[in-house]
């Protein structure tokens, strides 16, 4: 038998509802296939804030630390939003991602033929797209400093951030990327703003010369905003894409938001050592929280992507994935994605089936 | 009789050919109502590199700056992609923008009925489709210093750049964001990334304040993540967007591919005192280059901003726009625009179809 320690971030919204699925499911799982969980749950985001001041208390972090691995559902709500940004649930987020070191963030957004309706763009458009964003998540301008909001001689405010990347942060991140192209199609596509950015010159720099070391991989490179463009213009000219932490974020969910249905995506966000955090795509959804109407499938999803890339059980992970699509040919759907003729269920019930599957 | 002094940078690529249409319909329009234009041509981008080593000789930007209005076609090409960033043809466009201090960017992505095919989202989705990108243009992360590569202590590379506003930046770029909201529906977005960076948090509270100038506009807030996703979600939800340079950059050629047809895109970039510029979205298209193929809708379009916000000849820069409008539902269209059942024509063609229009 083999043992897992899983910290569980249930945070806020939908959180807690959509993490007792997963958990069920892995717990169904864990027995077909020989595999102990010992679970352990601490707060985190606005329940972290309600509970001790801050959204991420250092114990959270020290549990995380000492896991084989982080399942997080969603933090924030409406609640917290009017409260100053360093005591917001998002802080929480940050520090757990600068804590555990967790520079690459993985966020496939691959159409579900089941889905391919939801989608906003035309279904000749999206047919078979299947795109991982490779995103940096520790360095860039989310965390550059100096930052603050200063006061200048005429007294006036002014805001700064930084947006810096060192080679070695581009490096490491590039090897992720050109790794994962490797096992996929062996195309990635980098992204930067080098005809203006003196820090994006240096990023197209480094990814050409670690191209020498990855032959099998076919390297190109795209401005952000013709990027954006060619998202929307023809998303399946794309395999794997690697860019920085800010436009990593816009891309990654334009890129979620071509499928049409983001309570299905998961992401996966590593660091070179120690455990990775799992999570839905999507956020709390207060509006809907406790109503047993959100879709679990993402956060079900980020359990398999867990096994996969974090604890190293392919088997497991395909067998969730598969059980997903089985569910979904079955017309099972939740109200975010459902469809005419399909079946309707809530959070629990979608649960339910799953764990029949 | 009204007189204006027209400076005309061509550029490079497509940009003589959609520029000769454009002059040749001004000057009918001219003539039809009382207008008189003296055109002087200089050169920018690569073309200017080629003659005189820079991406804007002082003498262009000097020509720029002592006339009523600036019309400008497109820079760039294969040729100058090996040259350093700081001598490509960007360049020069970056100079001028900086040299003019054109710091607000118009750019109008709108759903033409008669193309809506050409869009890659559903007719459904991009249906009436009309937003206004309101993009700050002369500040941000695109002018901020400190900037450069500089070598760290281990002797590594370290890329930076900064992002920067101040209070009065901020305002500028909002009044001009709230006055055009103000003439078209009343609602205006500001994108963001307040969860993030400081600076965001300056730009959210200046807007917050400026909004009680004007009680008639609607003001809300989006992180630029959840703006790109909302773009390609339900377009229909935005009027009017302002937002800072980088975001501006990526958001309005997001926009602009929501109308799959970005051949037909004008813009218009404006300073307090002294010249805008006016200038199709689309690039210099060097693989088409003189071969009478190009699409010069985007720059007789841009000749109508012209005369609508350089020039304040509404009435002229109508005839323009209906004139376009009319010969679309003739079903005239060059090959980016071609749909079965339409006539192709070259770029001259279109031209002398206008004309005759
Ligand atoms: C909540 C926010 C800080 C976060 C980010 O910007 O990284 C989110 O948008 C994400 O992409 O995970
Ligand atoms: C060519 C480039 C410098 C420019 C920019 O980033 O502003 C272009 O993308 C634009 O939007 O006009």
Same mark, same amino acid.
């Given at each position: 038998t083999q043992q897992f320690r899983i910290t569980l971030l /249930?945070? %806020? &919204?939908?959180g807690p509802e959509i993490m007792n699925v997963a958990v069920d499911v892995l717990k169904v799982v864990g027995k077909k296939f020989d595999i102990e969980f010992h679970f352990q749950e601490v707060p985190i985001g606005g329940a972290a804030i309600d509970l001790? &001041?801050?959204?991420?208390p250092q114990e959270s972090l020290e549990k995380c630390r000492n896991s084989d691995a982080v399942l997080l559902a969603a933090i924030g709500g409406y609640k917290w939003d009017s409260l100053p940004p360093a005591q917001r649930p998002e802080g929480g987020l940050l520090a757990l991602r600068a804590g555990l070191e967790l520079f690459a963030n993985l966020r496939p957004a691959k159409i579900i033929p089941e889905l391919i309706d939801a989608s906003t763009l035309k279904k000749e458009v999206v047919e078979g797209v299947d795109i991982l964003v490779v995103r940096e998540l520790t360095?860039?301008?989310? @965390?550059?400093? /100096?930052?603050g909001v200063f006061a200048t001689e005429t007294g006036e405010k002014r805001g700064v951030n930084t947006m810096v990347y060192t080679e070695s942060e581009i490096n490491r991140i590039g090897r992720v990327a050109f790794e994962a192209a490797q096992k996929r199609s062996g195309k990635l596509c980098s992204v930067d703003k080098a005809n203006v950015l003196d820090v994006s010159q240096l990023w197209r720099e480094s990814m050409t010369k670690l191209a020498a070391e990855y032959p099998s991989v076919e390297l190109s490179h795209l401005y952000v905003d013709n990027a954006a463009m060619q998202l929307l213009r023809a998303?399946? =000219? @794309?395999d794997t894409i690697v860019t920085g932490n800010l436009f990593g974020d816009i891309l990654s969910d334009a890129a979620a938001m071509l499928t049409g249905s983001i309570g299905m995506l998961p992401s996966a966000s590593l660091g070179a050592t120690g455990p990775g955090v799992f999570e839905p795509?999507? &956020?709390? #959804? /207060? %509006?809907? #929280? &406790? =109503? %047993?109407? #959100?879709? /679990?499938l993402a956060q079900v999803l980020s359990a398999a992507m867990m096994l996969r890339y974090?604890?190293? =059980?392919p088997t497991a992970a395909d067998h969730i994935e598969k059980s997903v699509s089985l569910i979904l040919q079955r017309g099972l759907r939740t109200g975010d994605i459902m469809s005419p003729g399909m079946k309707q269920l809530g959070c629990r019930a979608i649960g339910d089936a799953l764990i029949q599957a």
């Amino acid at each position: 038998t083999q043992q897992f320690r899983i910290t569980l971030l /249930p945070g %806020d &919204g939908i959180g807690p509802e959509i993490m007792n699925v997963a958990v069920d499911v892995l717990k169904v799982v864990g027995k077909k296939f020989d595999i102990e969980f010992h679970f352990q749950e601490v707060p985190i985001g606005g329940a972290a804030i309600d509970l001790t &001041g801050e959204p991420l208390p250092q114990e959270s972090l020290e549990k995380c630390r000492n896991s084989d691995a982080v399942l997080l559902a969603a933090i924030g709500g409406y609640k917290w939003d009017s409260l100053p940004p360093a005591q917001r649930p998002e802080g929480g987020l940050l520090a757990l991602r600068a804590g555990l070191e967790l520079f690459a963030n993985l966020r496939p957004a691959k159409i579900i033929p089941e889905l391919i309706d939801a989608s906003t763009l035309k279904k000749e458009v999206v047919e078979g797209v299947d795109i991982l964003v490779v995103r940096e998540l520790t360095g860039g301008i989310y @965390f550059g400093k /100096p930052r603050g909001v200063f006061a200048t001689e005429t007294g006036e405010k002014r805001g700064v951030n930084t947006m810096v990347y060192t080679e070695s942060e581009i490096n490491r991140i590039g090897r992720v990327a050109f790794e994962a192209a490797q096992k996929r199609s062996g195309k990635l596509c980098s992204v930067d703003k080098a005809n203006v950015l003196d820090v994006s010159q240096l990023w197209r720099e480094s990814m050409t010369k670690l191209a020498a070391e990855y032959p099998s991989v076919e390297l190109s490179h795209l401005y952000v905003d013709n990027a954006a463009m060619q998202l929307l213009r023809a998303p399946s =000219q @794309f395999d794997t894409i690697v860019t920085g932490n800010l436009f990593g974020d816009i891309l990654s969910d334009a890129a979620a938001m071509l499928t049409g249905s983001i309570g299905m995506l998961p992401s996966a966000s590593l660091g070179a050592t120690g455990p990775g955090v799992f999570e839905p795509v999507h &956020g709390s #959804a /207060p %509006d809907i #929280a &406790g =109503q %047993d109407k #959100a879709n /679990p499938l993402a956060q079900v999803l980020s359990a398999a992507m867990m096994l996969r890339y974090g604890l190293n =059980q392919p088997t497991a992970a395909d067998h969730i994935e598969k059980s997903v699509s089985l569910i979904l040919q079955r017309g099972l759907r939740t109200g975010d994605i459902m469809s005419p003729g399909m079946k309707q269920l809530g959070c629990r019930a979608i649960g339910d089936a799953l764990i029949q599957a």
